[in-house]
């Protein structure tokens, strides 16, 4: 039975940092691409940052994130990481990853094979 459980999410304030962690069961883990999305209130979900599989030599970031989130993998852990620094209250989101097989790093959701329940973020201002 394929599970991605996030963990890691709580309240920061504006301006700090947070890690984010994503463990992955009942797949060849690394075999997949893995990505991040957030959900915000009101708002769609939407692409965060992704790692090719493998390797994951290959990285894709959303502009509003570009050089504040970090996305790394550790296959020997079966695990997927989001580095999160210089928090905005913007980034107050549901934080999602997923599993894409045979993917590199892309950001269309319907790429995604699987989900995990989500992690909150809250950004105090």
């Known amino acids: 039975q394929v599970q991605l459980v996030e963990s890691g999410g709580r309240l920061v304030q504006a301006g700090g940092s947070l890690r984010l962690s994503c463990i992955v069961s009942?797949?060849?883990?690394?075999?997949?691409?893995m990505g991040w999305f957030r959900q915000a209130p009101g708002k769609e979900r939407e692409f965060v940052t992704a790692?090719?599989?493998?390797?994951?030599?290959?990285?894709n970031y959303a502009e509003s994130v570009k050089g504040r989130f970090t996305i790394s993998r550790d296959n020997a852990k079966n695990t997927v990481y989001l580095e999160m620094n210089s928090l905005k209250p913007e980034d107050t989101a549901v934080y999602y990853c997923?599993?894409?097989?045979?993917?590199?790093?892309?950001?269309?959701?319907?790429?995604?094979?699987?989900w995990g329940q989500g992690t909150q973020v809250t950004v105090s201002s």
């Open positions: 997923a599993a894409d097989f045979g993917g590199f790093a892309v950001a269309r959701q319907r790429e995604y094979d699987y």
């Open positions: 009942g797949l060849t883990f690394s075999n997949y691409a």
């Open positions: 790692i090719s599989s493998w390797s994951g030599a290959r990285t």
